[in-house]
């Protein structure tokens, strides 16, 4: 057969069997298929196969009376059970059948040898077995220097391989060496060597033997990389396992050395440090026998076990908690005051609160010592508690709830400072798992105590003032529910036997004065803010900011910016421009960024040497160096009620209340009533409410007779990206719908709360003290709410209180006689 191309190509150099055809016409017609699974069988190799399927069973009874020859092709999809024509490869490997044995199973096994590389043509028949034309199909061999280096290459590499794999003989590498043919040798090596089923198929169709032997020497490289890890990995577990093993036999030896000198060994020795500590430390009895019990069990354990690190971990923890260190109370209620008074201006509520404990505490104390019946559980100096229920209780658990920026954190210090005692804040915005509270148990690897462990541990205090900042934002999920472990902590009846999962003894929290800050109580749980006093900081007035930032926050601002006190002044008129044109809050920390907007400004001038002397901060300056003002004090008011059909609400918010603008219209059409403005659904039933009071009152009211079902009626709550939702602004919408159907204005300095009902009463809602604020800091003189909410008004500052006017209203009409101009003017719409 002549060459395809000058490159020659590879003769059978086996010997044949007998019959067994010279040339390509001398295959059989029709060539029986035995499909492989899972494995290839290449030429020149002796490969055992096991055949149990019905089909290969009847292809082998048929040819072993014959010439034996059949076609060993590999299939795509090793899980098939019966592949057919198109599940299998087209190259295969011709093969003879050289030994038969058929087991008592009913399967055969057989070794058959491969002999040529052959491709099928077509397939003649699929049952009982199949049957295919093929052809010789012989590989390309060059004989080049590339060749006989690749071979090199490739016994090397497969020697080292048999080296890190006893499960290739020995032998191989012997008869590889006297291998001269590249093909018998590519084909011996790969059926020796881990290959993936593709690439052994891959192995036998490639043509050229110089790619096949490159193909080759990249697996076994990578067969080589594997296995030499695995073998790094287990001589280092190996080398790991017997330090081991000599530190053991070193430290046995140590031990028997140091009881022949008399000396105590280092783990002794730690066990009688921890004896004492144990000792001294004042723990519970309970807490007492466990640190026993847990000492003894390390005491008995090599100190190069695991448990025995683990138990030293857990009696460290014990025994550094402070079960009797308690901070001696600064009971002097005159000192407490000035402190507080220093630290913060206003906050009368919260002032009041602390110097009522310290009061209650000093005479407690006091009368404790003089045998009176409050004398401490059985000790000696009175009777003790007769109800075993109802425990004496000693600590405070507040919660501060107010806007950003009123002060609710800075107020824990100052409290601290004011009774002497230590002070940890721990935030709890975003902290979702139960175990930042109670701790890990000690089965899990790397456990901790929780936060509130690791707190006392750090201050070493039982008695300290611990902040929980930001409760209303803790999360929850598959983890546990944070809000519920704080449920034990904030309850006085059961905090002075909390138990962490990871110290696992009752410790007493009950002199722990626990203050939390939110800026929302809804998001709290019932059953936990049910345990906490509530204290409700709603902001400041324009004056109490005026001194808040003349004490506190302009040093601050010019110290932090490297000026000095007599290089800026501000009067107390600049203040208020900066409150009114340039802020709009409830707290001071945007008061304090324009401060410091101030100073820098300043700084900067200085370090030019623009200025040498003191700068006086006025109004004109004000603007000057903050640019045109972002809020117009009294202006917006003006601007949007001077025609019909606008009204000024007031909203409670979480930054500390805000004026909503209430906006109505009216156009030809056919009586509907439409809503705009991200109205929720209380607000939308409010207002719907208020259309149909009006409808109903029309003729009271003067509104034109049929006008309703000739106009369609648009109400709008700016602004409209801003969810709104509840029912206090049912008085302003009717009072905005009145307006527009009067030709009517409201009066700009007039602002309005409270809930309408369809008979027109004006039903009481919350937040009066946040919504009169926020109108005072608007420069609204006027408000009109529900008479029932009166009782608030005692709540009010003085300042605020006697500053503005305050309509009690029962029914619409007392709403409209306050809020409507006398003259009628052209409306909107109309």
Same mark, same amino acid.
């Given at each position: 057969m002549a060459p395809e191309n000058p490159k020659s190509q590879r003769k059978l150099n086996h010997t044949q069997p007998e019959g067994f055809p010279d040339d390509q016409s001398g295959l059989p017609a029709e060539l029986p298929i035995l499909p492989l699974r899972g494995m290839v069988v290449y030429p020149q190799t002796t490969v055992p196969l096991t055949i149990g399927q019905?089909?290969?069973?009847?292809? /082998?009874? +048929?040819?072993?009376?014959?010439?034996?020859?059949? $076609?060993? /092709?590999? !299939?795509?999809? =090793?899980?098939l059970e019966t592949p057919g024509p198109d599940q299998i490869y087209t190259v295969g490997t011709l093969a003879t059948v050289h030994r038969l044995f058929r087991a008592p199973d009913g399967t055969i096994r057989l070794l058959v040898q491969g002999l040529e590389r052959i491709r099928v043509e077509a397939y003649t028949a699929t049952e009982p077995y199949l049957q295919a034309h093929t052809r010789l199909y012989p590989e390309t061999v060059e004989d080049t220097l590339?060749?006989?280096?690749?071979?090199?290459?490739?016994?090397?590499?497969? $020697?080292? %391989? #048999?080296?890190?794999a006893p499960s290739i003989p020995a032998e191989m590498i012997a008869h590889a060496l006297n291998m001269e043919d590249p093909i018998e040798l590519v084909y011996a090596l790969a059926i020796n060597v881990r290959i993936d089923l593709e690439e052994a198929q891959r192995l036998l169709e490639i043509d050229s033997v110089t790619e096949k032997l490159r193909l080759l020497m990249r697996i076994l490289n990578k067969e080589l990389e594997v296995l030499?890890?695995?073998?790094?990995?287990?001589?280092?577990?190996?080398?790991?396992? +017997?330090n081991l093993q000599r530190e053991y036999f070193l430290r046995e030896q140590l031990k028997a050395i140091q009881r022949e000198l008399g000396e105590g060994d280092a783990q002794a020795v730690e066990v009688e440090e921890f004896r004492a500590k144990i000792d001294a430390a004042g723990m519970t009895s309970e807490a007492e026998r466990e640190a026993r019990r847990e000492l003894d069990r390390m005491s008995r354990l090599p100190s190069a076990a695991a448990e025995y690190g683990v138990i030293r971990t857990y009696l460290d923890w014990l025994v550094s908690l402070p079960w009797s260190k308690i901070t001696e109370d600064n009971l002097d209620v005159a000192h407490a005051r000035q402190v507080l008074d220093q630290d913060h201006y206003g906050l009368e509520d919260v002032k009041e609160r602390i110097l009522e404990y310290l009061a209650v505490r000093k005479l407690r104390a006091g009368r404790a010592g003089a045998g009176g019946r409050f004398g401490g559980e059985g000790n000696g100096d009175g009777p003790a508690p007769t109800d075993p229920i109802r425990r004496e209780r000693e600590g405070v658990i507040l919660c501060f709830v107010g806007p950003p920026g009123v002060g609710k954190t800075s107020l824990g210090i100052s409290i601290a400072r004011a009774t002497g005692r230590k002070f940890s804040r721990m935030s709890l915005g975003g902290v979702r798992d139960e175990a930042e509270i109670r701790g890990f148990r000690r089965t899990y690897i790397g456990a901790m105590p929780g936060r509130l462990v690791q707190t006392l541990r750090r201050i070493e205090s039982k008695n300290p003032i611990i902040m929980l900042d930001e409760v209303d934002k803790l999360g929850r999920d598959f983890r546990g529910d944070p809000a519920s472990a704080l449920l034990e902590v904030l309850d006085p009846e059961q905090n002075r036997e909390f138990r962490d999962h990871y110290i696992d003894v009752p410790f007493d929290l009950s002199q722990v004065m626990f203050i939390t800050t939110a800026n929302l109580l809804d998001?709290? =749980?019932? =059953?936990?803010?049910?345990? *906490?006093?509530?204290?409700?900081?709603?902001?400041?007035?324009?004056? +109490?900011?005026? @001194?808040?930032?003349? @004490?506190?926050?302009?040093?601050r601002q010019i110290k932090e910016n490297g000026l000095l006190e007599d290089e800026i002044n501000f009067g107390d008129a600049a203040l208020l421009s900066i409150i009114r044109d340039y802020t709009?809050?409830?707290?001071? &920390?945007?008061? +304090?960024?324009?401060?410091?907007?101030?100073?820098?400004?300043?700084? #900067?001038?200085?370090?030019?040497?623009?200025?040498?002397?003191?700068? !006086?901060?006025?109004?004109?300056?004000?603007?000057?160096? %903050?640019?045109?003002?972002?809020?117009?004090?009294? #202006?917006?008011?003006?601007?949007?009620?001077?025609?019909?059909?606008?009204? #000024? $609400?007031?909203?409670?918010? =979480?930054?500390?209340?805000?004026?909503?603008?209430v906006e109505a219209t009216s156009m030809p059409g056919k009586g509907h009533f439409q809503l705009t403005g991200q109205l929720g659904d209380v607000m939308q039933e409010s207002a719907r409410a208020a259309y149909s009071y009006l409808r109903a009152e029309a003729a009271g009211l003067g509104i034109e007779a049929g006008f309703f079902e000739r106009h369609d009626v648009h109400l709008h709550v700016p602004a409209g990206a801003v969810p709104k939702d509840g029912p206090s602004a049912g008085v302003a919408m009717v009072t905005a719908l009145v307006?527009?159907?009067? &030709?009517?204005?409201?009066?700009?300095?007039?602002? *309005?709360?409270?809930?309408?009902?369809?008979r027109g009463q004006i039903l009481p809602v919350g937040g009066i003290k946040t919504k009169v604020l926020a109108a005072h800091r608007l420069g609204i003189d006027t408000i009109v709410m529900p008479k029932r909410n009166e009782p608030e008004l005692d709540d009010l500052p003085d300042e605020v209180r006697h500053s503005m006017t305050f309509v009690l209203a029962e029914r619409v009409d007392d709403v409209l006689a306050a809020a409507l101009v006398e003259e009628a003017t052209q409306a909107a719409g109309s």
């Open positions: 019905p089909r290969s069973l009847k292809l /082998v009874d +048929e040819i072993i009376d014959g010439e034996r020859l059949l $076609g060993l /092709v590999t !299939a795509r999809d =090793p899980e590339e060749v006989e280096a690749l071979m090199r290459n490739v016994i090397e590499l497969f $020697g080292r %391989l #048999t080296d890190l030499e890890l695995g073998h790094h990995i287990q001589t280092e577990a190996q080398s790991e396992i +017997e998001p709290i =749980p019932a =059953p936990l803010r049910d345990r *906490m006093e509530i204290i409700t900081i709603d902001g400041y007035t324009e004056r +109490e900011k005026v @001194q808040i930032a003349q @004490q506190h926050l302009i040093a709009r809050e409830a707290g001071v &920390r945007s008061l +304090e960024r324009e401060i410091g907007r101030v100073c820098r400004k300043v700084a #900067t001038r200085v370090a030019e040497g623009v200025i040498s002397e003191a700068v !006086a901060v006025d109004p004109g300056k004000v603007s000057e160096l %903050l640019g045109r003002p972002r809020f117009g004090y009294q #202006t917006e008011l003006r601007e949007r009620t001077d025609r019909p059909g606008v009204a #000024t $609400g007031l909203a409670w918010t =979480p930054e500390g209340g805000d004026i909503l603008f307006s527009l159907l009067l &030709r009517r204005p409201t009066r700009s300095s007039v602002a *309005m709360t409270g809930e309408l009902t369809l």
